[in-house]
């Protein structure tokens, strides 16, 4: 079965610092897409970027940017210039099999410092 | 923005009662998620429509559990009885899946998710 592990259960950082959140993934398929979702105490799961794996340039989304290592399977999340809104969940996910079914990690709990 | 609407946003009920849930994917989307997630598990896929048939419900135990999809703007998750076990955030997710061979490049678009104890 396809695993997503995310090594780091909490992180911190102080507000306008930079952090990287670890993810690592296993699978057998040589095309899919790798994604970080946010979940803030509202409980609500929102997407902050997404990597398809056949595309060697890394993602970035404003202040978001990924770290894809394809041959290493690893696929780290990087926040820069942290905001105080940034403290959340943060989940690494894979889709799994070649589907649309989604492996998630167990997430690591990010806090932002003043 | 569109989003996905899920009902009830929290359910207290009895062991051994009937729970059901309700999601309004987005408008246009096809495919239907539906996850749950505890502090032990994390997030996991109970079942997942496409075009309103369940293309997997491998996550999900059968004999207290059926997921249904009466139309294009209903997704339903039910549970009967209900045990204490199932006590748990339960996440709804649509997407605009491709079908066929291969995936959507779509990112799942969760609701807010019910979250859900049984005494």
């Known amino acids: 079965a396809q695993t997503v592990t995310q090594s780091q259960p909490e992180m911190s950082v102080q507000e306008a610092e930079t952090v990287t959140l670890s993810c690592t993934y296993d699978?057998?398929?040589?095309?899919?897409?790798l994604f970080w979702y946010k979940q803030p105490p509202s409980r609500q799961m929102i997407l902050v970027i997404r990597q398809e794996a056949y595309k060697q340039q890394n993602a970035t989304e404003n202040r978001f940017s990924v770290n894809f290592q394809k041959a290493a399977k690893s696929f780290s999340l990087k926040i820069s210039d942290s905001q105080l809104g940034d403290a959340a969940m943060y989940f690494c996910?894979?889709?799994?099999?070649?589907?649309?079914?989604?492996?998630f990690g167990k997430g690591t709990k990010l806090t932002v410092n003043p | 923005d569109a989003r996905v609407t899920q009902t009830p946003r929290h359910k207290v009920t009895e062991m051994g009662q009937e729970v059901t849930m309700r999601c309004q994917p987005i408008?246009?989307?096809?495919?239907v998620f539906w996850y749950r997630q505890t502090m032990m598990q994390g997030l996991e896929l109970l079942a997942y429509f496409r075009n309103r048939a369940p293309l997997d419900d491998s996550g999900m135990p059968k004999d207290r559990f059926s997921a249904e999809m009466p139309d294009a703007t209903l997704a339903t998750l039910k549970i009967q009885p209900s045990e204490p076990r199932d006590s748990a955030v339960y996440f709804c997710?649509?997407?605009?899946?491709?079908?066929?061979?291969?995936?959507?490049?779509?990112?799942?678009?969760f609701g807010d998710g019910t979250r859900l104890s049984i005494l």
């Open positions: 408008l246009g989307h096809n495919t």
């Open positions: 699978t057998s398929e040589s095309d899919y897409y």
């Open positions: 996910a894979s889709n799994q099999g070649g589907s649309e079914k989604l492996v």
């Open positions: 997710a649509s997407g605009s899946g491709q079908g066929g061979f291969g995936y959507s490049n779509q990112p799942q678009h």
